[in-house]
C-alpha cells in the first residue's frame, strides 16, 4: 500500500527527522504540502472555504487544503493510501502491524482508519455495539526515551469503530472514504460539534471538520496505535496555529 507523506518544501529538518526514524521501516513518496503563508484566502470561497467562517489561520487552511490533495490522489489511483504527516514515527513492525489491520477490515467494509490519534485531546470509539468508550489521557511530555521505546516495543494493534480523534499524522484511506470527505468536509466551516468532556465545538481545522462525520460514515481507529506523533514533546513545533480572528 502507497504511503504518502505530507511535507513543506522548506521542512527540511523535519524530513530529516523524518527519515530517521522511519525510513528503515517503511517505504514512502513525500508530497509537497501546500504552503499556508502563499494563500489567498478570498480565492479559496465558496469551494474551499465557507463564506464568513472565523478562526480557520491560513496554515490550517493549507493543511486542509494537502490533504485533499492526496484525497483526490486516492480517488485517481482507485485504491487504498496511507496518509502521513512529516511528524509520524512508526513501528519496527510497521509492515506486520498494517497487514493485521486491513485483515481485521475485509476490503471494502471501511473508509478511513486513524492509525493514531493526539494523546493530548479525546478518543471516542463503540467498545461493544452498545457501548461507548470516551477516552482522556494523561498528557505525558514525550521524550525521545519514550519515543526510541515505542518503536521498539511489542503491540498489540486493533480496531474500533470511531466517533472521535484528532490529528492528522497517519490514516489509511479507501477511495470511497475520500469521496465521502471531500463532500462533506469542504467547504470548511464553523460547524458545531457535539464532544464529550468538551460539549460544544465550533470547527475552525480540517480534523474538526472530520469529526463531524466519522461517525456517520465508516471509520475506524487503532486503539492502541503502532504510529505516533510526538506532538506533546517538549521540543516539538508545530507547523498549524488556529487564528484568532
Known amino acids: 500500500m502507497n504511503i504518502f507523506v505530507l511535507s513543506l518544501d522548506q521542512s527540511i529538518e523535519r524530513k530529516l ?6 525510513s528503515k521501516h517503511i517505504s514512502y513518496t ?3 504540502a501546500v504552503d499556508g ?9 465558496p469551494a474551499i472555504l465557507r463564506k464568513g467562517s472565523i478562526r480557520y489561520s491560513k496554515n490550517a487552511i493549507g493543511a486542509a487544503l494537502s490533504h485533499l490533495q492526496l484525497w483526490d490522489k486516492c480517488i485517481e489511483l482507485n485504491k487504498p493510501i496511507v496518509i502521513m504527516e512529516d511528524d509520524a514515527i512508526v513501528s519496527r513492525d510497521y509492515n506486520k502491524h498494517i497487514h493485521a489491520v486491513m485483515s481485521m477490515l475485509g476490503s471494502d467494509t471501511w473508509d478511513i482508519v486513524q ?3 493526539n494523546f493530548d485531546s479525546i478518543l471516542s470509539y463503540n467498545n461493544t455495539n452498545y457501548e461507548i468508550c ?3 489521557f494523561t498528557k505525558h511530555n ?6 526510541t521505546q515505542f518503536i521498539h516495543s511489542n503491540i498489540h494493534t486493533t480496531v474500533a469503530k470511531l466517533h472521535h480523534c484528532f490529528g492528522m499524522a497517519a490514516y489509511v484511506l479507501h477511495p470511497n472514504g475520500a469521496r465521502k470527505l471531500k463532500e462533506r468536509c469542504f467547504p470548511l466551516d464553523n460547524r458545531i460539534i457535539q464532544m464529550p468532556f468538551i460539549d460544544n465545538l465550533m470547527s475552525y481545522t480540517i480534523d474538526c471538520m472530520m469529526n463531524s462525520i466519522y461517525k456517520e460514515i465508516s471509520a475506524y481507529v487503532c486503539v492502541i496505535p503502532f504510529v505516533i506523533t510526538p506532538h506533546i514533546s517538549d521540543d516539538y513545533k508545530s507547523t498549524i496555529t ?4
Open 242 to 245: 488556529p487564528s484568532t480572528a
Open 30 to 32: 513525500y508530497h509537497t
Open 37 to 45: 503563508k502563499t494563500i489567498d484566502i478570498d480565492a479559496l470561497h
Open 142 to 147: 514525550m521524550t525521545k526515551t519514550d519515543i
Open 17 to 22: 527527522i523524518f527519515d530517521n526514524y522511519n
Open 115 to 117: 492509525l493514531t490519534y
Open 134 to 136: 470516551n477516552s482522556i
